[in-house]
Nanobody, 121 residues
Framework: QVQLVESGGGLVQAGGSLRLSCAAS????????MDWFLQAQGKERELVAT???????NYADSVKGRFTVSRDMAKNTVYLQMNSLKPEDTAVYYC???????????????WGQGTQVTVSS
C-alpha cells in the first residue's frame, strides 16, 4: 500500500558529501515522522535523524553538525544531507516513515529498501 524509495547512496572519499532522498507513495493520508536509520555490517540498526510533521528535527550525537534532515511535505519526501563524511559513516541507510493510510486512524510503519553509503579513507 505504501512504498518508500531511497536514492543517492554511493562511494565517496572521507570529507566528502552525499545527499540521500526517500520518496513515499501509495495510499497516504498523512505522514507523521520520517526518519533515517543506518546499519553497519554486523551491527544493529540505529537511528540517525528524525523529521516530524511539525518541523522538529533530532539527530544522533555522532552526526550532529554534519548531517541535516529536511522534508518536502507536499512530495512526501525526506532528504538527508551528509557532509564531512567519515569512514565510520559507512553503512546501509534506511528510510522509515510513520504513515496514516486513507480511511484509517492508525499509524503504520514502513521501511525503504536501503541504500549503501561507503566512505573511503
Amino acid at each position: 500500500q505504501v512504498q518508500l524509495v531511497e536514492s543517492g547512496g554511493g562511494l565517496v572519499q572521507a570529507g566528502g558529501s552525499l545527499r540521500l532522498s526517500c520518496a513515499a507513495s501509495g495510499s497516504i493520508s498523512s505522514i507523521n515522522a520520517m526518519d533515517w536509520f543506518l546499519q553497519a555490517q554486523g551491527k544493529e540498526r540505529e537511528l540517525v535523524a528524525t523529521s516530524t510533521s511539525d518541523g522538529r528535527t533530532n539527530y544522533a550525537d555522532s552526526v550532529k553538525g554534519r548531517f541535516t534532515v529536511s522534508r518536502d511535505m507536499a512530495k512526501n519526501t525526506v532528504y538527508l544531507q551528509m557532509n564531512s563524511l567519515k569512514p565510520e559513516d559507512t553503512a546501509v541507510y534506511y528510510c522509515h516513515a510513520d504513515v496514516i493510510l486513507y480511511g484509517s486512524i492508525w499509524t503504520y510503519a514502513y521501511w525503504g529498501q536501503g541504500t549503501q553509503v561507503t566512505v573511503s579513507s
